[in-house]
């Protein structure tokens, strides 16, 4: 495969303002709602002693979240009530608004069910799952003989 490059880039480029004007209207609006995503993001951690949920879910209060335990599955969801628009402001762009979301994980056979808590702090939802005591790692040292 052989690389070319090109003398005169900027002959490629679209020079109508118009449709430079467009395009962004259409990428900003249209496919930027379509294509984001509507689920936190989540960081999930293992201690010696406990697994760590985490996620990210700003703008959100404690009241607005769900979580269910259904055998091994533990489920996470919000719903926000949506707010009233101030009638007096005409907003050229409004990215941010966020509805409902739901995210399911399947916990291990280690995890002891009735031990389960939540905390919501600036932003994140931490739920701290404690192991069994069986499944609790043991850790020592071995001699060689």
């Known amino acids: 495969m052989t690389l070319v490059k090109f003398a005169n880039a900027q002959k490629n480029r679209v020079t109508n303002p118009f449709f430079n004007d467009v395009y962004s209207i259409l990428n900003d609006s249209f496919l930027s709602e379509k294509l984001t995503t509507k689920i936190p993001a989540v960081n999930i951690a293992e201690t010696t002693n ?18 269910n335990l259904d055998k091994n599955v533990l489920s996470v969801s919000a719903d926000k009530k949506t707010e009233t628009v101030d009638e007096n402001k005409k907003f050229s762009k409004r990215e ?38 069986e499944a609790k790692l043991q850790s020592r040292e071995i001699a060689v003989k």
């Open 50 to 67: 406990e697994f760590q949920v985490e996620l990210a879910v700003p703008g959100l209060e404690k009241e607005d979240f769900k979580i």
């Open 96 to 133: 941010y608004s966020f509805n409902s979301f739901s995210r399911s994980f399947t916990l291990p056979e280690s995890a002891d069910y009735s031990k389960i808590e939540a905390d919501y702090t600036n932003g994140i939802l931490k739920l701290t799952i404690t192991k069994k005591e």
